[in-house]
């Protein structure tokens, strides 16, 4: 039982499924799931095999500045940023920044794969794509829309993307401040898609078919009026037809 325990706060510290820790020991994955249910007992050197693995994957996925990566895989650090501003390189972007430009950190395992891939190959490499998304000139106009479609307030925003406070996104409607293209792409994201800034409200109704067809119905009844609150959406009028008579009490 000791055995068993030790294999799962293993993988539990590397935050890995069955499949994904059986598949870094190398071990069948109906064999891995035998240990960590208890059912079998677990081999001694695959212990210590797993010990090792974990230990080699918490330090290959640990976050580590670009300077220290440099250092450690001897890469002139603007080989590194110029490898994450082109997407080359996959990093995370924390919301912090440092003279205006958000702080990046990369793991080992992701400085690997760059070296192997892309690191002095002047031909064939891997297609650059921005890792950030700019941030637009009208960015206070989208916040507004965005947070009425969503029907946010400030506040609520401001924690679905990770922001301070309230004021953050009341300095960025009132364009004191200009937000980050990391809170820009979680603005983007909450959004579902890029926030287009030629969306209008009769636009998202749907086709101009659709808006001319909508003023030749009229009114509704004045029984689905009063029931609104019973439905969901009063049924409009079509031309010609007559509204049914109340019933008598």
């Excluded at 208890?38 to 212990?47: E, F, M, V, W, Y």
């Excluded at 990093?91 to 760059?114: C, E, N, Q």
């Excluded at 009026?225 to 409009?236: G, H, I, L, Q």
Aim: hydrophobic fraction near 40%.
């Amino acid at each position: 039982m000791l055995a068993v325990s030790t294999l799962r706060k293993l993988r539990g510290t590397a935050e890995l499924s069955q499949q994904q820790f059986a598949s870094l020991i190398d071990v069948p994955l109906n064999t891995f799931r035998m240990w960590d249910s208890g059912l079998r007992p677990t081999p001694p050197h695959l212990l210590e095999r797993a010990t090792i693995a974990a230990l080699q994957h918490a330090r290959d996925t640990e976050l580590v500045s670009l300077d220290n990566l440099a250092r450690e895989f001897r890469v002139h650090q603007r080989t590194l940023r110029a490898a994450a501003r082109t997407g080359r390189l996959q990093v995370t972007f924390s919301s912090r920044s440092a003279f205006g430009r958000p702080i990046r950190l990369a793991t080992r395992a992701a400085a690997r794969a760059f070296v192997r891939k892309d690191y002095r190959r002047y031909g064939g490499q891997s297609p650059a794509v921005a890792p950030l998304p700019s941030v637009p000139d009208d960015y206070d106009e989208r916040l507004k829309r965005l947070r009425r479609r969503l029907r946010l307030t400030q506040h609520d925003l401001a924690r679905r993307i990770g922001a301070a406070n309230k004021a953050v996104v009341y300095q960025w409607e009132s364009r004191k401040r200009t937000p980050s293209p990391v809170f820009w792409k979680r603005v983007e994201a909450l959004g579902g898609a890029r926030l287009d800034s030629r969306r209008t409200p009769i636009a998202s109704m749907g086709s101009a078919a659709d808006v001319s067809d909508s003023r030749d119905l009229k009114a509704p009844c004045p029984e689905a009026v009063s029931e609104r609150f019973a439905r969901p959406m009063a049924r409009p009028r079509a031309p010609g037809e007559e509204c049914p008579r109340r019933a008598q009490l």
